[in-house]
């Protein structure tokens, strides 16, 4: 039977990832016509004359596709975020990030004609959903029992429906030109209630070990998340992975021990953003894949 503790943290999860992943895909498609209109407005102000039909597109396809470019870096950053601040601070601070960002594109209405503060804010809030998706699938690997980790993964996929859904039926509402920005402005109120919903959830045992190595610490939550007492047997063997999965971090780092995997001398971030340091074939090879991977999930 799985704990309280578990539930929370998946609902949790569900709301800070797959459902805002739903909401951002899908904010901007039901009041579209409303939008454009708001940035011809801004742009009559800003430029003195109506925007021209390709402008238009270009500036709406850039739009559509800084979701999928910030979602990256996000999750480019989600593994640092990860290690330094732990999964929990890192869940609270990515869903702390979606209130600017939602603000941002619902007021930028009221800010006319800042129609550049839609980028700002969408930007913002994809980052923040690449950071908390990379996060939220570290923390389910780490912390949920066995036998139902494949259900808490799944639910992701339920949530992001959800989420677009949810924007669905705002769209209904709210696709006037007066109205568009309540679209958006539902979701701080939603981030809002995710981060009270995280703060009672115990940090993971994986980080609380690597951190602090306090087993004490770690085995409790451990027994939360399973819902048994801290004396309970499954608590050892989990304790026992968690240690391993330790030592085998630590020996990679201390040794430096060759991976089987593509050889190469240089980390992932120079291979990606530092051409020049990185100039020998294996690097160059592994860019231009990873750059064309990229380029092919954005378009
Ligand atoms: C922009 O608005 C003007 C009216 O203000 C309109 O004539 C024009 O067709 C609009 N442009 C686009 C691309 O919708």
């Known amino acids: 039977m799985p704990s309280l503790s578990i539930h929370l943290l998946s609902i949790a999860l569900c709301l800070s990832s797959g459902f805002q992943q739903g909401y951002i895909a899908s904010v901007i498609n039901q009041p579209y016509k409303q939008i ?6 801004s742009w009559v102000i800003q430029f003195g ?11 709406w396809s850039f739009l559509n596709v800084c979701f999928p470019i910030a979602t990256i870096f996000g999750q480019l950053f989600a593994n640092i975020a990860c290690a330094k601040f732990g999964r929990k601070k890192t869940a609270i601070l990515a869903t702390a990030l979606y209130i600017p960002g939602t603000l941002l594109c619902g007021l930028s209405k009221y800010l006319m004609p800042a ?11 994809s980052f923040a959903n690449g950071l908390s998706s990379v996060n939220a699938t570290i923390w389910i690997v780490e912390c949920a029992p066995a036998k139902i980790r494949g259900r808490m993964a799944s639910q992701q996929e339920v949530a992001m429906a959800l989420g677009s859904l949810t924007t669905q039926g705002l769209g209904v509402l709210f696709s006037t030109d007066e109205l568009w920005p309540f679209n958006f402005f ?17 940090e993971s045992p994986q980080y609380i070990m690597e951190k602090y190595g306090d087993v004490d610490m770690a ?19 989990e304790m026992r992975i968690c240690e391993e999965s330790i030592e085998k971090g630590k020996k990679t780092s201390d040794q430096k021990v060759e991976k089987p995997t593509i050889k190469t001398e240089y980390t992932s971030n120079e291979i990606m953003f530092m051409p020049w340091r990185s100039r020998d074939q294996t690097s160059q090879l592994i860019r231009h894949a990873a750059w064309l991977g990229v380029m092919v999930k954005v378009f």
């Open 36 to 41: 454009q209109q708001y940035i011809n407005d």
């Open 115 to 125: 129609f550049e503060l839609l980028f700002v804010g969408r930007i913002i809030w």
């Open 186 to 202: 539902p979701n701080c109120l939603i981030a809002l209630i995710n981060i009270l919903m995280f703060i009672p959830i115990y």
């Open 219 to 237: 085995r409790k939550a451990l027994a939360s998340y399973h819902g048994c007492s801290v004396a309970d047997e499954s608590i050892d063997q």
């Open 49 to 59: 004359q109506p925007i021209g039909p390709a402008t238009l597109n270009l500036i």
